[in-house]
């Protein structure tokens, strides 16, 4: 690769500025008014007929301004599966539901008129398991289920909750149990977790008089919800405007639409005002995603050699109430379902369930944690069985150059072996270092989960100074990406860093994103900018042929002029070509530059409907994880000595940032690993704040070493992929195989309490 002067070096964050003295600005920092405050009755039953709802006295309330419900906007919405509403029409489905929705002049008085509404319901029996929820005679929770609008590459069960059936069949499962020496089977499960963002959940609403609807939301796509609105409400997207301020941290939760729909429509009825809703904390790990639990039973076989001959993989998620969004994570667990290992034969059944718990939704990692803890689980029983190393064992059968998926796709730069064997050395694999202490490693793979047709585009102005603008539509949650895009359009155009400005979406002015989700837009947008600047630099050079009257093959540009190659006294600065350029005689040559570029992969395929073959993956991207912890036989206390995570970037455009991804994939996978669980009692959420929903603190934890490799993604930008949620994924079983080193007991869910361990520990006594 050419030498780089902007890409692979550490420059500082182009936010760092603006967030660390508070001058960024969140929605709720921007003066939007006049302003009415919306607040929400949310529903007390998980799955009901509403037989009345009665709002009268709320509507007398002084200082209320309207009173919104399901009946008066039944508009449903969903990304994949159209199947939800944002207020409750005719029944609710899950506990804490918007049934109804006030605006009034003050939140306060909106929060007191929200109690004086009364709902009449008629209780219906609930579903909350989904491998109930599965069985033919299990109460239906969407009887209309046949008549959604779906994206015709999901496949729902009308007359059942099944919302989408994802099937793989990769060779001869039978075949490959019987060339085994041994079979294992197992059952595995994983719990809901909530995002818990520091910002949680806003969006306010305005139409103006000629009918122009402007969104402000804490959107991680902003296209998309252009797109879902404009569908959903019948509205020409050029009189849609949505803007994305910074967002404090989304990691899934605000992918799709979430709360636009309360407040659209009661901006409609006040024309001029601003109507804003913001989610409490209750209200936003009630009501806003929580990632799907998963129940799952693994079938592998295995030679003596440690080399698995079959997997068979049974999935059942709870998709929640709605699976607008879920559907897409059962359907990518199901085509990654061999996880960082080359199976040559996979039988894999996905299925998303609806039941009366809170709506499932993408969640860092989109279903990889989830579907890899079983995986690395088994890896750990087949090594134990086999009386082998869980390290050689993941050696011997991870993917390496021209392995193939699951779903049958070849991968290419692959160096997971060289992911696996650096944690292992930093933690001092294979040496014991006493009693109740142990060490544990895990694998990863994942590709982003995005159509095939998922699209990225990039404008790039030069100013009549030399500077430039970039213009993109992804957005910024606090993961570096501004820095990371500007550093990219800077290497492309060879100008400093320092001279790029680049902005948050606002759909009225920024190019199209598909979405800021998948570890998909260093690499998607990433390339965009790249061809963007690729455009610019080429008009560069042809204003620049014009001026000084030489072939452009004979130039050359240094970032700060262009310069003929055979005499160096002939040249023009940046600024005098930028600015609208003109001849010694006045005529004008050409101007402004204005660069565009754009992105669609053209390596991904739909899958067979029967097989899932094909090609679903835009690039695939490896690391591993490595933990140590030791265990107090006492109490339970799990306490994490060290951790050692890698990646393999392709090409780390910030190293710094890269580090700082992985350090925080890997404490939020702490987190799950050892605390976190939303706890429900027939769909009510029992832990509903940060007193009973705990989080790892900074006190939990540990020393973690992070290990970059490259091994060039050939499409990528300069070779870069995206990393952003991969460090989380092989925490949790990483940390488990740990505790099972120190304690020879096994784990099936986690996390792993005090609770749970201690009562393992007295289980095996």
């Not at 020409?236 to 941290?249: A, D, E, L, T, W």
């Not at 960082?340 to 809170?358: L, R």
């Amino acid at each position: 690769m050419a030498d780089l002067n902007y890409v692979g070096t550490s420059v500082q964050r182009k936010d760092a500025i603006e967030k660390v003295t508070g001058a960024a600005q969140f929605i709720e920092d921007r003066y939007l008014g006049p302003l009415l405050y919306a607040r929400i009755k949310k529903s007390t039953v998980a799955h009901g007929k509403i037989k009345k709802i009665d709002a009268s006295k709320a509507l007398e309330y002084p200082g209320v301004k309207a009173v919104l419900t399901g009946k008066e906007f039944p508009n449903r919405i969903g990304l994949y599966l159209v199947d939800r509403t944002f207020l409750a029409v005719d029944k609710v489905r899950y506990w804490g539901e918007p049934v109804a929705v006030v605006a009034a002049v003050t939140e306060k008085i909106a929060r007191e008129a929200v109690e004086l509404i009364e709902v009449e319901y008629e209780e219906l029996p609930g579903v909350f398991d989904p491998r109930e929820g599965i069985k033919p005679d299990a109460p239906i929770i969407h009887e209309d289920l046949g008549s959604y609008d779906i994206v015709p590459i999901f496949y729902p069960k009308p007359g059942t909750n099944i919302a989408n059936h994802f099937k793989l069949r990769k060779g001869d499962v039978d075949k490959g149990f019987a060339e085994a020496d041994l079979i294992i089977e197992r059952d595995y499960q994983v719990p809901q977790m909530q995002h818990v963002p520091i910002e949680t959940h806003k969006a306010a609403a305005h139409w103006s008089p000629d009918g122009k609807l402007t969104v402000w939301s804490t959107a991680q796509s902003p296209n998309v919800v252009r797109q879902l609105l404009s569908k959903s409400l019948d509205i020409p997207m050029h009189k849609i405007r949505i803007i994305s301020s910074f967002i404090g941290g989304g990691f899934g939760c605000k992918a799709g639409a979430s709360l636009e729909g309360l407040v659209i429509p009661l901006a409609q009825k006040f024309p001029g005002y601003v109507v804003r809703i913001v989610y409490n904390r209750e209200e936003d790990m009630q009501g806003t995603f929580t990632r799907q639990a998963l129940y799952s039973h693994l079938k592998t076989g295995v030679r003596k050699d440690g080399r698995i001959t079959a997997l068979e993989y049974k999935m059942i998620w709870d998709g929640g109430a709605y699976t607008e969004y879920g559907v897409n994570i059962v359907r990518a667990a199901g085509y990654s379902s061999s996880g960082a290992y080359d199976i040559p034969n996979v039988k894999t059944d996905s299925y998303c369930v609806y039941t009366n718990n809170s709506v499932g939704g993408p969640v860092r990692g989109f279903g990889m944690c989830e579907m890899q803890w079983g995986i690395e689980r088994q890896i750990e029983a087949i090594a134990k069985e086999l009386n082998m190393d869980p390290l050689e064992v993941r050696l011997i059968n991870g993917m390496k150059e021209g392995s193939t998926t699951a779903a049958g796709q070849v991968v290419n730069h692959v160096a997971y072996d060289k992911c696996l064997k650096v944690v292992a050395d930093q933690i001092g694999w294979g040496k014991k270092e006493g009693k109740f202490r142990g060490k544990g490693i895990a694998g990863l793979v994942k590709c982003p989960a995005q159509p095939s047709n998922a699209a990225s585009s990039a404008i790039i102005r030069i100013n009549e100074d030399g500077t430039a603008h970039v213009m993109i539509g992804a957005t910024e949650m606090g993961q570096g990406m501004l820095t990371v895009m500007s550093q990219i359009a800077a290497e492309g155009l060879n100008i400093p860093v320092e001279n790029i400005d680049i902005k948050v979406p606002d759909t009225d002015f920024t190019p199209y994103e598909w979405q800021s989700v998948g570890s998909r837009v260093t690499y998607t947008c990433g390339t965009a900018i790249k061809r963007a600047a690729e455009d610019a630099i080429g008009q560069i050079y042809t204003i620049a042929s014009d001026l000084l009257e030489v072939p452009k093959e004979e130039l050359t540009f240094d970032g700060k002029k262009v310069v003929s190659k055979k005499d160096p006294n002939i040249k023009a600065t940046i600024r005098e070509i930028a600015d609208s350029c003109k001849k010694c005689t006045g005529e004008g040559i050409a101007g402004p530059i204005i660069g565009r570029g754009s992105f669609v992969p053209t390596n991904m395929t739909n899958l067979d409907p029967e097989t899932g073959q094909g090609n679903p993956g835009l690039f695939y991207c490896f690391g591993a994880t490595a933990a140590e912890v030791e265990v107090d036989p006492e109490t339970g206390v799990v306490t994490v000595l060290q951790l050692a995570s890698s990646i393999d970037a392709g090409k780390a455009v910030n190293p710094q940032l890269c580090h700082v991804q992985l350090h925080g994939g890997t404490i939020m996978g702490l987190s799950t690993a050892l605390y976190e669980e939303v706890r429900f009692d027939k769909g009510v959420i029992l832990n509903r704040n940060f007193t009973d929903y705990k989080i790892a603190t900074i006190d939990n934890v540990p020393h973690i070493e992070s290990f970059v490799i490259e091994t060039p993604e050939e499409k990528g930008p300069y070779g870069a992929r995206g990393i952003g949620e991969q460090p989380m994924i092989g925490v949790a079983p990483a940390i488990a195989n740990a505790v099972c080193d120190a304690l020879g007991v096994d784990f099936n869910t986690f996390p792993l309490t005090p609770e749970r361990v201690w009562q393992a520990i007295k289980d095996k006594k």
